[in-house]
């Protein structure tokens, strides 16, 4: 899979209509107030969160990644290098990046996942749970192969559950675009996943 | 033609994620449907990879490890910048370190290490404890020292008095007993006699303390003076304040309890309501409504518990001490937790009270 080298800057910092006053609670972020780091943590950690584990399909690697993601927002505040103005794609901008960073390393360092138990005949709800695991194994693998930009688009669209608008919006595309890539996201998983199943 | 495909695409997905059928979906376009069902059933497949939900443990695992690392970074931020003068600082210090070892002086400050008050080495341990606070430039290096020989002064004065010996002794603690001339200081039993000079205030239980008197024979200390302590002063972490809890639990994770902080100044008031004392600390121990903090019991049955607090959690406290001598915890909160548990919102909110703590501790 290419590397990817998606950045904050690339994402959309438009018209992401957010409803508050962004400006005041970058503010309080730069001043390290605990009320508005919670209230900023409590308003997107979900989204982060599901966009991750999409990305990942790991609940651990998710929960790290993404408290990381606002550590580090805390920081690039600090060093006047945070968001200017749409916070939450900024957030997932930096969750894309950070992934990215750990699919690199983990490609470097790749690990055996051993499995959970040992199949038992006598036990079909296990045995259904372990085609259910092969089967979304194979949509992970098959989704891993993915382009950075088709990836993200299905994380933001079925991870996320948000609108073509939204995802444009972070995504700083056109709506058309959205569709376009979408379309062909999910023509390519459908290829990739055979191909996975046939090896 | 694309543009059209994409458009029925999203309305097919619109469709299905109300849980419409895939082969229902597709009577809608009937002329894309062979070009649409891949695309759909991909779609179905793309959406078995979601979380099903944000488990709670990790929303309140990650809330706390933001809201600790924005802690440190406030800390971090208020410390003075090391910049040049530091680093000369630090090669003076191994220069000066370098000399002592050169010269074998460790030899004797480790003789001197056991020694006790009126003893010839005595003196070699106090100055080399005097030496190594000098050299330690970090607040919380000189406040975990300081603490630490302030400990060491108590252990000194028990060892002086289970071996009998008569000697001039003076160290820092919490009186946690009276009973009429009778007090414990820090778990050391002190006898106020006529000519003990007293604070022109009367101290009451809670309050720090520094004793200066003799060890004698009967396992006491004739007090001398007994002098009222600035709230911030480090002092040792708080033995169990029961004659009969004679076995004191050492806490090896390194937290001093701190200073009483917030002692009230009038004296009217005190007469009607126990002072009140901030505490932080590690727990050690939780049995129903009774903790141990660094090695103090203390009762959280009536307190306001703030955060998940489990056993090896750093917790700021407040209370009072009840007539028996016990703290009595009014409201206990996480200030850190051991492993990977969660804290409340308001975990790090009473940093600018942090603030104030450190401004308060001793610093020469």
């Known amino acids: 899979m290419n590397a990817q080298n998606s950045v904050p800057s690339r994402w959309g910092l438009a018209h992401f209509m957010m409803g ?12 390290l107030d605990s009320k508005v780091i919670g209230a900023v943590y409590d308003r997107f950690f979900s989204d982060v969160y599901r966009y991750v584990y999409y990305r990942l399909g790991d609940e651990q690697i998710a929960e790290d990644i993404s408290s990381d993601v606002f550590v580090r927002l805390l920081e690039a505040v600090k060093k006047q290098r945070g968001p200017q103005t749409n916070l939450k794609g900024w957030l997932l901008a930096t969750a894309s990046h950070v992934v990215a960073d750990h699919l690199r390393q983990s ?34 693998t098959a989704y891993l192969q993915l382009t950075p930009d088709q990836q993200n688009v299905l994380a933001l669209r079925f991870g996320d559950g948000y609108s073509l608008e939204e995802t444009a919006s972070v995504m700083q595309k056109k709506v058309n675009a959205i569709k376009a890539l979408q379309f062909r996201a999910l023509a390519a998983l459908q290829r990739n996943i055979g191909e996975v199943v046939n090896e | 033609m694309n543009e059209k495909l994409y458009d029925a695409l999203e309305v097919c997905i619109k469709a299905l994620e109300t849980g419409a059928e895939i082969e229902a979906v597709l009577k809608l376009y009937p002329q894309m449907a062979d070009e649409l069902r891949p695309i759909l059933e991909a779609m179905i497949q793309a959406q078995s ?27 971090s931020s208020r410390r003075p910048r090391g910049g040049v003068g530091f680093v000369f600082r630090r090669l003076a210090t191994s220069l000066a370190l370098s000399f002592v070892l050169l010269l074998s002086v460790t030899g004797i400050v480790n003789a001197s290490s056991g020694s006790l008050p009126g003893d010839n080495l005595y003196p070699i341990k106090r100055t080399w404890e005097d030496v190594r ?9 000189r406040e975990e020292l300081e603490s630490e020989y302030e400990q060491e002064r108590l252990d000194e004065i ?12 003076a160290f820092y603690g919490i009186i946690t007993a009276q009973d009429g001339d ?39 200390i004739e007090a001398q003076m007994v002098g009222a302590l600035d709230p911030g002063v480090s002092l040792p972490p708080l033995e169990p304040s029961e004659l009969e809890a004679g076995d004191k639990e050492s806490n090896e994770q390194g937290e001093q309890l701190e200073l009483p902080q917030s002692e009230a100044d009038d004296d009217n008031e005190q007469e009607k ?23 103090q019991q203390v009762d959280v049955s009536q307190a306001d518990i703030i955060g998940t607090i489990t056993v090896g959690a750093f917790v700021r406290l407040e209370g009072y001490y009840a007539p028996d001598g016990k703290f009595m915890v009014t409201k206990i909160e996480l200030r850190r937790s051991n492993s990977s548990d969660s804290s409340s919102s ?10 104030n703590d450190d401004h308060d501790k001793k610093d020469d």
């Open chain 1, 20 to 31: 508050y006053n962004e400006q005041s609670e970058l503010e309080g972020l730069k001043n």
């Open chain 2, 49 to 75: 990879l979601s979380a099903t939900s944000v488990p709670e443990d990790a929303i309140r695992r990650g809330r706390a490890h933001v809201l600790g690392h924005a802690a440190e970074m406030r800390e």
């Open chain 2, 133 to 141: 606070l000098w050299f330690t430039f970090s607040p919380e290096g």
């Open chain 2, 346 to 355: 308001d975990s790090s909110n009473n940093d600018s009270k942090d603030n």
């Open chain 2, 182 to 220: 009778y007090w414990l200081v820090s778990g050391v039993p002190v006898q106020i006699t006529a000519g003990t000079q007293l604070p022109a205030k009367p101290v009451a239980i809670g309050a720090p303390v520094t004793v200066v008197g003799s060890t004698n024979a009967q396992g006491f």
């Open chain 1, 107 to 140: 490609y470097r360092r790749p690990t055996e996942v051993l499995s959970d138990g040992t199949p038992d005949d006598n036990a079909p709800s296990l045995n259904d749970e372990i085609d259910r695991r092969d089967k979304v194994d194979a949509v992970q």
């Open chain 2, 273 to 295: 309501l126990p002072s009140t004392f901030e505490f932080r600390g590690v727990v050690s121990s939780q049995k129903n409504g009774d903790w141990v903090i660094n090695g």
């Open chain 2, 158 to 169: 028990d060892e002086l008095l289970v071996d009998g010996r008569e000697e001039t002794i």
